[in-house]
C-alpha cells in the first residue's frame, strides 16, 4: 500500500531515485531532496516495503491568492496505478482556499488534470537550462 506524506523528513536520497525521466539535465537525489525540502508545499509518496519515493507533488505559494504546482511526477512503473491522482488530490487539499492555483503542462495531460476542476490556460515561461 502506497502511504502519502507532506514532509520531507523522513525522506533520504538514496530513497529518490529513477526520477525526472527523460530531462536533459536530472537533478541528482541530494538536489531533489532540497527541492522537496525547499518546496513551502509537498506530497510524497511512498513504497514503505520497498523503501522508497515513487511519487511526488511540489507547490510554492503565497498562501493568500497565488500558489503554483510546479513538478508532479510518478515513478514509470508505478504509473496508472492512481499514485498521480493520489498525489494532485492531497496537494489540492493542501492548497484548499488559494483562488489561482496554476501549473504548465503539455497539452496531452490536459485531460487529466481537468479530472480535478483544473481549466486550460494559457502562459508565458523561460527555459534556461
Ligand atoms: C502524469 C503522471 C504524474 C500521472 O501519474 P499516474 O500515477 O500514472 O496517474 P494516475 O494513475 O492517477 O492516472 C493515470 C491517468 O493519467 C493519464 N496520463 C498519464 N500520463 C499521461 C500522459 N503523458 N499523457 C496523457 N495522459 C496521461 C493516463 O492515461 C491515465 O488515464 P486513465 O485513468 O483514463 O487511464 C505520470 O504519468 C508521470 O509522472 N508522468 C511523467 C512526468 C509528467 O509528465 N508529469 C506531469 C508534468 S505536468
Redesign the pocket.
Known sequence: MIEYTDTSDAITPGMLQGFF??WKRPHDPETHLKILANSGVKIVAVDPDEHRVV?FAVALTDHVQQAFIY??????E???????????RRILEKLRGIPCID????P??Q???SRFGMQPSVGMVIRDY
Request: net charge negative.
Open positions: 525521466v527523460g511519487g513538478l508532479l511526477e510518478v515513478l514509470p508505478y504509473q496508472n496505478q492512481g499514485i498521480g491522482t493520489g498525489l494532485m501549473l504548465t503542462c503539455y496531452a495531460l485531460p487529466f488534470y
